[in-house]
């Protein structure tokens, strides 16, 4: 029976089959990153990292190691651009024997005969005469560390990509209701009026800060050695500069499609020159922090919106063959804001243990960041997919202008806040005192408030002026802040 089950889940759809949603009911909205972080991205920046190396190391001047020639170069740089999901799988299977994946990659490009490997330098003289400084004076996490940052230099793009479609959305959303009067709850209870425009510009500019802060974290990589000393380097060439060298590999741009092949190419990171055997990842706890932060913000604007389509604030427009409950047939359920709010958490769960675990290794090196580390882009996966559905959510969202002024027009207890300003201005005794006295926890009407203040000893046109006064029109400059963001 259980074989039979076991059939018939393989012969099934993939996305059907998959453990994780990312890669099973939601595989299609995270196209962009699968590349990127799967087993496969991986072994790509890995096969660059490795022939990045090979060929600076060409430049060095070393008597046993000549200068590739441009052809060559071209050759090692297409192996690069046009590494496919086979090549990915023929490391695989070198993997197979040497159960280890690094020395999988070199054994792939250099070849093996032992294991009927021809590798990417069969038909190339020049590169096999060479092969041996493939990896040469690498250890693993030379490799790993560098490919990390890659995966990150290429996932955090789509992260901001996301991030940058939110703002704008919020922004425009902004200025186009930068005048829409709304009544302000804090507490949860009636408070000073502001204009919808103006909450979302306090959304836009948290997530400008968030954004930046994510952008600027610097993506560090090391190439020193087993233990981060150079001690093989040195071993083999004592009067090479190795930390100098390395640094421009890591420092110095990645080869793009008008790179010159005479041109000296390397990683397009920063260079990290300290370490233990593993980079210390002290820059990658600083960005799942970062991102882990804009979460939160974005966690706040979903529950929000979510407040305000239950106030009927918002009204989110049909799609035709939608249903909203399967018993209650007149729901438009707020489902986007709550998938968000459900991925952002995930996301943050994900990020914060990496942030908490991979700085610490004991001594000179664990392995226990290597299996967190292959769950960069499952933390990241869940902060894109909610990013889809803020995007969705927000594009459905229409004003309830009639809503929000009758809210306004039940609540003109707020206007008590600017009657005691007033009167405090005048030097009028125990100002706040009157007020909360006619107004706490009391139902408070328009002729009510025009009574206390026709019999306030200030001057008539402040009166006049307190009298003209509404709820809908006291808002401040709530839109001239809208309309700045």
Same mark, same amino acid.
């Given at each position: ?388 559905? /803020?995007?969705? #959510? @927000?594009?459905?969202? =229409?004003?309830?202008? !009639?809503? $929000?002024? %009758?809210?306004?027009? *039940? +609540? ?39 009574? /206390?203040?026709? #019999? @306030?000893?200030?001057? =008539?046109?402040?009166? !006049?002026? $307190?009298? %003209?006064?509404?709820? *809908? +029109? ?12």
């Amino acid at each position: 029976m259980q074989a039979h089950a076991d059939a018939s889940l393989a012969a099934a759809d993939a996305a059907l089959t998959a453990l994780s949603p990312l890669d099973g009911r939601y595989t299609a909205k995270l196209a962009a990153l699968r590349p990127i972080f799967s087993e496969y991205g991986f072994m790509h920046r890995r096969v660059q990292v490795e022939l990045t190396w090979f060929e600076r190391l060409s430049d060095l001047g070393l008597p046993e190691f000549a200068p590739l020639s441009a052809a060559a170069r071209a050759h090692l740089r297409r192996v690069v651009r046009d590494f496919s999901p086979a090549d990915a799988a023929a490391i695989k299977a070198i993997e197979k024997t040497t159960n280890h994946d690094v020395k999988a990659v070199e054994y792939w490009i250099r070849g093996h005969a032992e294991l009927g490997v021809p590798g990417v330098f069969a038909g190339w003289p020049e590169l096999q005469r060479a092969g041996e400084f493939v990896h040469f004076a690498c250890t693993s996490e030379d490799i790993n560390n560098t490919s990390h940052a890659l995966q990150l230099q290429a996932g955090r793009a789509v992260l901001l990509q996301g991030l940058d479609a939110i703002i704008e959305r919020l922004r425009d959303a902004a200025h186009a209701w930068a005048e829409q009067p709304m009544l302000s709850r804090t507490h949860g209870q009636t408070a000073s009026p502001t204009t919808v425009g103006k909450e979302l510009a306090n959304v836009v500019a948290r997530l400008q800060t968030a954004r930046a802060r994510i952008a600027a974290v610097p993506l560090l990589a090391k190439m020193n050695g087993a233990v981060g000393n150079y001690n093989a380097h040195l071993a083999a060439y004592p009067q090479v500069d190795w930390e100098a060298f390395a640094r421009s590999v890591v420092e110095t741009p990645a080869p793009g499609p008008d790179t010159p092949p005479d041109a000296p190419i390397g990683l397009g990171l920063t260079f990290q020159p300290y370490s233990i055997q593993i980079e210390p990842h002290d820059y990658m706890a600083e960005l799942f922090d970062a991102v882990a932060r804009s979460n939160v913000i974005l966690i706040d604007l979903a529950r929000d919106v979510w407040g305000y389509i239950s106030l009927g604030y918002f009204k989110q427009k049909l799609k035709a063959g939608e249903i909203g409950s399967s018993t209650m047939p007149h729901k438009v359920n707020p489902i986007d804001f709550e998938n968000a709010e459900g991925n952002l958490g995930l996301a943050n769960a994900l990020l914060r243990h990496l942030s908490d675990k991979l700085p610490i290794s004991r001594w000179q090196r664990d392995l226990t960041d290597s299996t967190v580390l292959r769950n960069m882009g499952v933390a990241l996966g869940y902060a894109v997919l909610a990013h889809q559905s /803020l995007l969705t #959510g @927000l594009g459905k969202l =229409e004003l309830n202008a !009639a809503a $929000l002024a %009758a809210d306004l027009d *039940a +609540a003109w207890e707020v206007l008590a806040e600017p009657i005691q300003t007033v009167m405090r201005r005048y030097g009028v005794p125990g100002a706040y005192e009157r007020l909360k006295e006619a107004t706490r926890g009391q139902a408070v009407t328009r002729e009510a408030l025009h009574a /206390l203040i026709d #019999g @306030l000893p200030i001057p =008539e046109a402040e009166k !006049a002026r $307190l009298r %003209a006064l509404t709820p *809908a +029109a006291y808002t401040g400059q709530a839109a001239r802040l809208a309309q700045r963001i």
